[in-house]
């Protein structure tokens, strides 16, 4: 649908006009949802002035104003020589250079078309108020009439159809956040360490999160203790006999260090391509502008990336319906009553040590409470309907670079490292599903037992991949260090896919609170940036 147009020779007064009259409109059809025209209104006017330069005046110029698909466009084309006028050398354009030094350097696409030179300016849209939450909701809503419906169906066709392809197209889209989260790290952390600065400063950056990091992990765990010493689940003698757990944990640590270069990416081992990357930017960091084009190539490539998993984030309606339907149909939900205790050392432990670390970001920030929630609601949102921090990524980003206004070269390499080694929540987890299971299977669990728990829990929680399901993995490591009877296996799966179903929203919430701590720390907040935040998280509510 054309809603503006218009064809002229361009002259200064038409340049003029039409840069004015093109943003006019898009406010008045955009409405609401209009953003700030400045930008808009900066990029036509520079592709116009860049159409007389090469195209002459001697053809006419025109102008549309295009909605397409619930987006708008507008696009300039101009008959001449095949030149694209985007490839012009960008130093050499006053305006183009100030544009940049605003952030507001223009994106479009050229292409060429029956002897017209066409240019297309995507303009910007607000995004519908709580869209994505109310698709969420209806997709939860629809989880529980298909539960519901599947009732009446015969049971072969329930166990032999349904079943399988709802739990086969849940593992499908679960793969695809999965492929594209091992590609999205890796450029994240290789550009936010390469890009830091110099090495001297990666080491305190980098050295100060990861302390941090660490400290919330002993929370977590002292935490899970308090709450489980009450319940009677411990004993002076345990005739647990836990496997080789020195063996264990050193083949924990040995499978961080990756063999070769490309099989962490081929099997998504995350924490083995966070050591790449890691290597990659510290040697970067040195090289500095003798790999600027390697940076580039990475920069572009994580673009590329970034916006392939904007793309897949469009389908997490779909994703929480898979998620929840398996869920009912599989029936996990109603044999959780037995295992009581789990439920409330999980829970309860992690409700402390997120209450501890707000408290810490409370004190550290000197930001009101209301501003640390509401900046992050977008973000815990996703986190809590998906289990997934992958997924809620570019929300997480957003967060801090827009609304606290962290720096962003700190941001690209501190929240993709969290994401992979920050899980403190999954940490208690699975030290409560085996803490609890040894002690039903074993009949007592000592204080060493319970002290080799605790370790190789923070161990397992680093290791396991950041994506849904990635504690069934480490399960068995857990049991064999512990001596945990195997036969206890599928209940702890029943409470992991469960319990553990919040575990990555509340890892995600931490995360975030930690990361801006060590910024505020380091100095790495904008200062000019601070007075927007509570307007712009405000406006998120």
């Known amino acids: 649908m054309i809603f503006f147009q218009d064809t002229k020779k361009l002259t200064n007064e ?23 025209t400045v930008k808009l209104r900066l990029t036509i006017e520079e592709l116009l002035l860049r159409f007389r330069d090469l195209y002459g005046t ?29 490839e012009t050398d960008p130093e050499a354009s006053l305006s183009y250079s100030i544009l940049a030094k605003l952030n507001l350097d223009p994106q479009y696409a050229y292409r060429q078309n029956r002897g017209l030179n066409v240019v297309t300016v995507p303009a910007p849209l607000r995004k519908r108020k709580n869209s994505m939450l109310i698709g969420i909701l209806l997709a939860a809503v629809l989880s529980v009439v298909t539960w519901l419906v599947s009732g009446l169906l015969p049971e072969a066709a329930l166990n032999d159809y349904m079943i399988p392809l709802v739990s086969g ?179 309860g432990a992690s409700a402390i040590t997120v209450a501890v670390t707000l408290v810490r970001a409370l004190i550290v920030t000197k930001r009101p409470f209301k501003e640390l929630f509401s900046a992050q609601l977008p973000a815990l949102i996703i986190n809590l309907t998906t289990s997934s921090q992958v997924s809620a990524l570019p929300e997480s980003m957003k967060c801090c670079k827009q609304k606290w206004g962290i720096d962003e070269k700190f941001v690209n390499f501190g929240l993709p490292l969290g994401i992979v080694i920050y899980m403190p929540c999954g940490a208690i987890m699975l030290g409560s599903i085996v803490w609890v299971l040894t002690y039903m299977s074993a009949g007592s669990v000592d204080t060493i037992m319970l002290a080799k728990l605790v370790f190789v829990s923070v161990i397992v929680a680093i290791a396991a991949p950041p994506i849904p399901g990635s504690a069934f993995a480490v399960l068995p490591i857990m049991f064999s260090s512990c001596g945990t009877d195997l036969s206890m296996m599928p209940l702890a799966v029943i409470i992991g896919s469960t319990v553990g179903y919040l575990m990555p929203a509340l890892n995600g919430y931490c995360m975030q609170l930690e990361l801006l701590m060590s910024a505020q720390k380091s100095g790495c907040i904008k200062k000019d940036q601070a007075p927007e935040t509570a307007i712009e998280a405000a406006a998120d509510l």
């Open 169 to 347: 197209l849940f593992t499908k889209l679960s793969a695809v956040f999965s492929a594209l989260a091992t590609p999205l790290v890796f450029c994240a952390v290789i550009l936010g360490i390469s890009g830091i600065g110099d090495v001297s400063s990666f080491g305190k950056l980098g050295g100060r999160l990861l302390k941090r990091m660490m400290v919330t992990y002993g929370i977590a765990m002292i935490a899970m203790i308090a709450v489980g010493l009450p319940m009677g689940i411990i004993s002076p003698t345990s005739s647990a006999g836990g496997g080789n757990v020195f063996g264990d944990l050193t083949n924990l640590i040995l499978d961080i260090i990756p063999g070769n270069l490309i099989e962490p990416f081929r099997i998504d081992n995350d924490l083995q391509v966070i050591v790449i990357a890691v290597f990659i930017g510290v040697i970067m960091l040195g090289l500095g502008d003798k790999v600027g084009h390697l940076r580039t190539f990475i920069d572009e490539a994580g673009t590329l990336v970034n916006r392939m998993m904007a793309a897949v984030c469009k389908l997490l309606p779909l994703f929480v319906y898979l998620g929840f339907t398996n869920l009912l149909l599989s029936g996990k939900l109603s044999e959780l009553g037995g295992v009581s205790k789990i439920v409330i050392i999980c829970l």
């Open 58 to 86: 001697d053809e006419p110029c025109t102008i549309k104003g295009i909605r397409r698909f619930g987006s708008i466009s507008f696009e300039l084309s101009q008959k001449g020589a095949p030149r694209n006028p985007l």
């Open 14 to 36: 038409v340049i003029d006009s039409w840069s004015e009259n093109a943003v006019n409109a898009y406010r008045e059809y955009a409405g609401k949802r209009a953003e700030s």
